[in-house]
């Protein structure tokens, strides 16, 4: 069956945010580079260090993403959001704090009426993030 995955679009900073990602998520990364691709002649030459693309990868997920090069604008809307379900209540109160720094906090880590311990930041790249945790019944 097939997979979603998500695919950020970057206003020049997709190589940082994607480091970022990294830091808190783990994983491998592999960034390629509009100078490293074939499509190098194509695109303006002021774009030769813009990311064509990039993916962030580990055994759970999948994250890619790349700098705006269509010239297109870019506007970081509220209509979607990532939703990340942590395997464990060490994991989310890892992964929690590293994508808060210097982002805002929508909703503080906390166990909610659903038995869940679940958090929402938007992080400093303006990207909302849902992070949740079922915690064990008791």
């Known amino acids: 069956m097939a997979r979603i995955v998500a695919y950020l679009t970057f206003d020049g900073n997709c190589r940082e945010a994607m480091g970022f990602y990294k830091d808190a998520f783990g994983g491998t990364l592999s960034v390629t580079t509009v100078g490293e691709s074939p499509a190098f002649a194509q695109l303006p030459g002021q774009s030769r260090d813009h990311v064509m693309h990039a993916e962030l990868k580990s055994d759970s997920f999948s994250l ?12 970081v809307g509220s209509a979607i959001s990532l939703m990340l379900y942590c395997t464990s209540e060490v994991e989310i109160r890892s992964v929690y704090p590293k994508l808060a720094a210097g982002g805002t906090v929508n909703s503080e880590l906390k166990i909610e009426f659903w038995g869940s311990l679940y958090g929402d930041i ?16 008791a």
Not at 64 to 75: C, E, F, P, R, V
Not at 122 to 137: E, S, V
């Open 64 to 75: 890619m993403a790349s700098d705006n090069l269509g010239g297109a604008q870019i506007k």
């Open 122 to 137: 938007t992080d400093r790249f303006g990207i909302r993030w849902m992070l949740n945790f079922d915690m064990p019944k």
